[in-house]
């Protein structure tokens, strides 16, 4: 009986490591100095650190000042899509930091946040 339920356990910790899982390249997105109403592009790397293919549902900037746009096709395991965002700086001079929320069919984490931080000068 103890060797039955030693691989149950087992078994139910296989499934859960190999659900599709999102990695992101970093938890920030730095665009250092942009001018004052300018557009610049940024991409977050996003990977599937898990065995099944990851979908990215959608993806939500904070603000309308920053667009993106991503994979609508299923990330394989171990593969790597990409997340590129524009960012359109405003009118006012000064650090800003904006978030970027990725919804996925990640079981464990549907959720992922990363910033897109920099600084609007003249």
Excluded: H
């Excluded at 746009?69 to 904006?98: C, H, L, M, R």
């Amino acid at each position: 009986m103890k060797k039955l339920l030693i691989v149950a356990g087992f078994a139910l910790g296989i499934a859960n490591v190999s659900a599709q899982q999102i990695g992101l390249a970093s938890e920030n997105v730095e665009l250092g100095n942009v001018a004052v109403g300018s557009k610049t592009n940024a991409v977050m790397v996003i990977k599937n650190e898990g065995s099944k293919p990851l979908i990215i549902q959608k993806v939500q900037p904070s603000c309308g000042c920053t667009v993106p746009s991503f994979p609508t096709e299923p990330i394989a395991p171990g593969k790597t899509g990409e997340i590129k965002i524009q960012y359109a700086a405003g009118n006012v001079e000064g650090d800003f930091s904006k978030t970027v929320t990725i919804y996925s069919n990640d079981e464990k984490s549907p959720r992922k946040i990363f910033r897109v931080k920099g600084k609007t000068v003249k």
